[in-house]
Nanobody, 125 residues
């Protein structure tokens, strides 16, 4: 199983970024993909999730309003479009996957077995 994130970088406050997460080798066809973020000294915070089969999405407070998650079935790739980024969005963003569908009221890191290596997002003021 491989989970590979890309798209991170350094942007200024107010700008946008789109993160990508491609999954390969998952031993099931119906799965949930989620984005987390982590800053030094803190645990991973769930941002958004999407179910591969029906596209059902969920956002936590961190992702609501400015972030949008989507999924391309042909590419087995989830995207996290982030708008109006702020310095407090600076973190390592991780993608995770597990057998689906996604829980409809939470994004808990302990529910995901497959993780990518993370991609750094840095927002300057």
């Amino acid at each position: 199983v491989q989970i590979v994130e890309s798209g991170g970088g350094l942007v200024q406050a107010g700008e946008s970024l789109r993160l990508s997460c491609t999954a390969s080798g998952l031993p099931f066809d119906d799965y949930c993909m989620a984005w987390f973020r982590q800053v030094p000294g803190k645990g991973r915070e769930g941002v958004s999730s999407i179910t591969s089969t029906d596209g059902t999405t969920y956002y936590t407070g961190s992702g609501k309003g400015r972030f949008s998650i989507s999924f391309d079935n042909r590419k087995n790739t989830a995207y996290l479009q982030m708008h109006n980024l702020q310095p407090e969005d600076t973190a390592i963003y991780f993608c995770a996957a597990d057998w689906g569908p996604c829980p409809d009221s939470s994004i808990d890191e302990y529910e995901y077995d497959y993780w990518g290596q993370g991609t750094q997002v840095t927002v300057s003021s």
